[in-house]
């Protein structure tokens, strides 16, 4: 898919990654584009930014988990816009615990993590399929291609977010809908370097994987995978060479994994036992 002409919807794109991505589609010329983020503030300014830039945004605030906002989402882009080709669920949370975590953090990172491509998905689709034409762009993370020690609930999700991209492409290909899943693996976001600085082992495990890039990076390998309707989004070379070893041996990977982050230990109570 080319985004030139495209109407696409993007939430948690106030921040990071999804900022990012609303300037990168508004930059190759998207006809509109609707921001939305939990942080209103946020989305609003980057909507006056691509304004700025001479492109065509609005914005909202949404909870990324809430299936009404969602669908209310949809139906700004047809009410400003006339219509919908790319849905970028792209929102998402990590809590840094390990299997112990509480049920807050379980739930709620199965509500943003999963639930929330679920009811993207479940909003995108109607008008899609009825012009047999769209794009749902999931963002996932090499934590659910790999692991990301430190984190279950994070590792967990997802890897249930990388299974959905998959079940709606095989489901949903012939049918003229295209899916991606994103999955980076360090991204130079703050969440992220406070993560680093405050020693929180997760964030360590994420730099021990691989550089870290920046989120206009990761921004100009979507579009590039749109363009190749590439199942799987890797920003980092590095991640689909460590899936590709984990898929042809996954003692070897385990192995390999455990030995190269030694320090790894999980946040939850007694190391996570």
């Not at 700004?76 to 006339?82: K, N, P, Q, R």
């Not at 615990?97 to 491509?117: I, K, P």
């Not at 998905?121 to 020690?149: E, K, W």
């Not at 994103?182 to 992220?192: A, D, H, I, M, N």
């Amino acid at each position: 898919m080319e985004l030139t002409g495209r109407v696409a919807v993007l939430t948690g794109a106030g921040h990071g990654m999804g900022a990012a991505m609303a300037a990168r589609f508004a930059a190759a010329g998207a006809r509109g584009i609707v921001v939305s983020d939990v942080d209103g503030r946020a989305a609003n300014a980057v909507a006056a930014a691509i304004t700025a830039a001479g492109g065509r945004a609005v914005a909202r605030r949404a909870d990324a988990a809430s299936r009404s906002d969602l669908r209310a989402l949809v139906e700004v882009a047809l009410t400003e816009y006339g219509r919908l080709d790319v849905f970028c669920s792209n929102a998402g949370v990590a809590f840094g615990t390990g299997v112990h975590a509480s049920d807050e953090h379980w739930r709620r990172s199965f509500d943003l993590n999963v639930l929330q491509h679920v009811y993207a998905a479940q909003a995108a689709l109607p008008t899609m399929l009825a012009a047999r034409d769209g794009y749902l762009v999931i963002t996932a993370s090499s934590a659910g291609l790999l692991t990301l020690p430190g984190d279950a609930p994070y590792s967990v999700t997802k890897h249930a977010a990388v299974a959905l991209a998959e079940w709606l492409a095989v489901t949903y290909r012939t049918r003229g809908i295209r899916v991606s899943a994103l999955c980076p693996l360090g991204v130079r976001t703050p969440f992220l370097v406070d993560g680093v600085r405050a020693n929180h082992p997760a964030a360590n495990a994420v730099v021990a994987m691989g550089p870290l890039i920046e989120p206009d990076e990761v921004a100009e390998a979507v579009v590039a995978a749109m363009a190749e309707e590439a199942l799987l989004i890797l920003p980092h070379a590095d991640a689909g060479d460590a899936y590709a070893r984990k898929a042809a041996d996954p003692d070897g990977w385990l192995r390999e994994t455990v030995a190269g982050l030694p320090s790894v230990r999980s946040a939850a109570p007694n190391g996570g036992r």
